[in-house]
Nanobody
Framework: QVQLVESGGGSVQTGDSLRLSCAASGRALGGYAMAWFREAPGKEREFVASISGYGGSTYYGDSVKGRFTISRDNPKDAAYLQMDSLNTEDTAVYFC?????????????????WGQGTQVTVSS
């Protein structure tokens, strides 16, 4: 069983940056692909980014491509989401997720473990 805890959310202005962290416990993260999803008010949870178990492959949602960067540090059992050039449409609760395979996926249904989420609010 993997427990995930997100941190790093907050309130920023358009154009600012934030770095989200996802800390894992219970199991070493090295065997798990990781992802970030987000859920805005009144909208379905959507894919943001994912990374394979050893970090060799990354995938991004179209709306964040070129602005967000996903990374991981397996010895620290952590994953990160660097968010640059934030805009108001990035306002959402951001969730960290893990699946017990090395292969990353963009499909929300493929992820078995979820954190509680961290709020990101971007104002103009």
């Amino acid at each position: 069983q993997v427990q995930l805890v997100e941190s790093g959310g907050g309130s920023v202005q358009t154009g600012d940056s934030l770095r989200l962290s996802c800390a894992a416990s219970g199991r070493a993260l090295g065997g798990y692909a990781m992802a970030w999803f987000r859920e805005a008010p009144g909208k379905e949870r959507e894919f943001v980014a994912s990374i394979s178990g050893y970090g060799g492959s990354t995938y991004y949602g179209d709306s964040v491509k070129g602005r967000f960067t996903i990374s991981r540090d397996n010895p620290k059992d952590a994953a990160y989401l660097q968010m640059d050039s934030l805009n108001t449409e990035d306002t959402a609760v951001y969730f960290c997720a893990a699946r017990s395979t090395l292969v990353a996926s963009t499909n929300i249904d493929r992820y078995e473990y979820w954190g509680q989420g961290t709020q990101v609010t971007v104002s103009s």
